[in-house]
């Protein structure tokens, strides 16, 4: 099992920054992918970004040049820089990993961008 809690939400103006953070414990290491998917009310959730061990990201076309993903694999932590926030990236940001045999999902934590 893992668990994923994130931190770092809340609310900020359109243009502003916000930076993401999620934690993994548990004792289903390692883990291989780690990342950030999003859901808007109404809305299915959506990948945003993920990353590998390795370090090499993948970003949704909607939020490159914007998000940058990185990782610390000492801490078991995965990151999520926003900048240049855009109203439609409003919405509950989840935590993601997979170790290779099932994917997990944190709790979800709450992003505002108000214009």
């Known amino acids: 099992q893992v668990q994923l809690v994130e931190s770092g939400g809340g609310l900020v103006q359109a243009g502003g920054s916000l930076r993401l953070s999620c934690v993994a414990s548990?004792?289903?290491?390692?883990?291989?992918?780690m990342g950030w998917y999003r859901q808007a009310p109404g809305k299915q959730r959506d990948f945003v970004a993920t990353?590998?061990?390795?370090?090499?990201?993948n970003y949704a076309n909607s939020v490159k040049g914007r998000f940058t993903i990185s990782r610390d694999n000492a801490k078991n932590t995965v990151f999520l820089q926003m900048n240049s926030l855009k109203p439609e990236d409003a919405a509950v940001y989840y935590c993601?990993?997979?170790?290779?045999?099932?994917?997990?999902w944190g709790q979800g934590i709450q992003v505002t961008v108000s214009s």
């Open positions: 993601y990993a997979n170790n290779n045999f099932r994917d997990y």
């Open positions: 548990g004792t289903g290491f390692p883990i291989n992918r």
């Open positions: 990353i590998t061990t390795g370090g090499s990201p």
